[in-house]
């Protein structure tokens, strides 16, 4: 992919099974194949340095083959700290070929206080692909107020935009409006992306005018996030 | 249709005696009063909004406008881009069925006003665009804006006073209080509705439309759609 500092995880089908690719270490992150007896093939995203600082550009690239399956996983998850009047990057490019399906964990993305971060999550679906997302936006570690993020998605399914959004908390008092997060710390979500999941309507479930679906839990402390979304995550597929 | 009417048309649009079905929105203040919104705070969600979803509305409607007057005479006018910007900007089924709903009371005015104009014959490209959802409120605005000859900062202006008074005056049914203050909400939220009609007429095609996200909107609007009683559609 020829894009230097970005971690690679690159897997494709072949003899029936999903096979790593290419697994190229990052300036952040380094992938690993975790061995377990039987599902899809799982890769585990280690760190290679406590991120993110002033002036860090994360990034990670995904290239799911078509037909094959992925469980990616990110068992630190991302801690931004105090930038001191500088900020960082941190980028994800997802893409997924026809009939591929992936599933992909972070558990969680926190923006400690006088940090100043852009996220951006980009995923390409081709037809009949599909990705079970699991996300938590973090402000703050315990007793902070958090700093500066903007998040940005974009998910197109078949060249067609699926999903986009544009979370701008970069100003505390914007994003603790009432309608934006008013006073809650924690944004999490399931996404499930290329098939609607099973299940009734719901008030914290958001059907996506194309095939796919948000279940969000806006509030104070993530182990409350977790107690809806664990259900969801594996109502939805994941593993 | 008559030329001139530009200025007029503004201030139609803008009008909620308008019969297009307005006055049975709330803008999901309904559903964020039910949520613990006070009075006090109105302001505030009005100004939550004007710089998230009615700057996606916005935006929308100066690109269906464009969308309307770009055209050379004879091609087709095509929505459909813009129709499906906006329905992959509106995570929400309730407040895309919303949207619809405003939408179709629109195009039934465009319709009445001028049925033989190509913006309004061509709405149904919108909803081909998403199927199942009928042509959504600002592509109609858009394409009412074009009919009436409005500018694109009046086009995108009436969509942001129109959100921004659907507020004020929803909050006077659920939050019964003083008129005046409602127009003092309006006012102070001058700044951030001009700043909105800068962004949303700058936006340069559907794939840069804002996409300016208020999880808690959408939360609200899920819950007010299971809610039993109700004084607003949403």
Redesign the interface.
């Known amino acids: 992919m020829g894009d230097a500092g970005a971690a690679l995880v690159a897997v494709r089908r072949a003899g029936g099974r999903t096979h790593p690719h290419r697994l190229e270490t990052g300036r952040f992150l380094r992938p690993r194949v975790m061995h377990r007896p039987d599902g899809p093939l799982r890769v585990a995203l280690a760190s290679v340095r406590a991120s993110l600082c002033a002036g860090d550009d994360l990034r990670l690239r995904v290239d799911v083959g078509p037909g094959a399956e992925l469980d990616l996983v990110d068992p630190n998850g991302t801690v931004a700290y105090n930038a001191r009047g500088g900020s960082a990057a941190w980028s994800a490019h997802v893409t997924l070929g026809a009939g591929a399906r992936m599933t992909w964990r972070e558990p969680s993305f926190v923006v400690g206080g006088g940090a100043d971060v852009l996220r951006s999550v980009e995923v390409d679906l081709a037809a009949g692909a599909e990705l079970l997302w699991r996300e938590a936006l973090v402000l703050g570690r315990s007793g902070e107020r958090g700093g500066a993020l903007r998040s940005l998605t974009r998910v197109e399914l078949a060249g067609a935009e699926l999903h986009v959004e544009d979370l701008d908390l970069r100003s505390a008092a914007d994003r603790e409006r009432p309608g934006v997060l008013g006073p809650a710390r924690v944004l999490a979500q399931v996404a499930l992306y290329g098939r609607v999941p099973p299940g009734p309507p719901d008030p914290a479930r958001l059907d996506l005018a194309g095939p796919g679906a948000l279940w969000r839990s806006v509030t104070d402390r993530s182990h409350r996030a977790d107690a809806v979304l664990d259900p969801v995550w594996r109502a939805w597929g994941g593993r | 249709m008559t030329d001139d009417t530009g200025a007029l048309g503004a201030l139609l649009l803008a009008d909620a005696r308008l019969p297009t079905g307005g006055h049975a929105h709330s803008a ?1 203040l309904e559903g ?1 009063t039910a949520a613990g ?1 006070t009075a006090d ?1 109105v302001g ?2 009005v ?3 004007l ?2 979803t009615a700057r996606t509305e916005a935006a929308a409607a100066v690109l269906a406008l464009r969308a309307a007057g770009a055209a050379p005479a004879g091609a087709p006018i095509d929505y459909g881009p813009v129709q ?2 906006v ?7 309730p407040l ?1 069925e919303a949207s619809a709903g405003l939408g179709r009371g629109l195009a039934r005015l465009a319709r009445r006003i001028a049925p033989d104009a190509p913006a309004v014959a061509a709405l149904d490209t919108a909803a081909a665009a ?1 199927p199942g ?1 009928r042509p959504l409120r600002p592509v109609v605005l858009g394409a009412l804006g074009a009919v009436l000859g409005l500018t694109e900062g009046q086009t995108a202006r009436a969509v942001l006073y129109d959100d921004a008074q659907t507020v004020t005056a929803a909050a006077l049914k659920l939050h019964p209080g003083d008129p005046l203050t409602a127009v003092r909400w309006v006012l102070d939220a001058a700044p951030d509705i001009e700043e909105s009609v800068r962004r949303a007429t700058a936006v340069r095609g559907p ?1 840069d ?12 609007a ?2 007010h ?2 809610a039993t009683r109700r004084l607003f559609v949403a």
């Open positions: 999901t964020a919104l705070r505030e969600y100004r939550a909004r710089a998230t499906a910007a329905a992959a900007r509106t995570p929400s089924r895309r998403t959802l794939r439309l804002p996409a300016g996200s208020a999880p808690l909107i959408d939360a609200w899920g819950a759609a299971h």
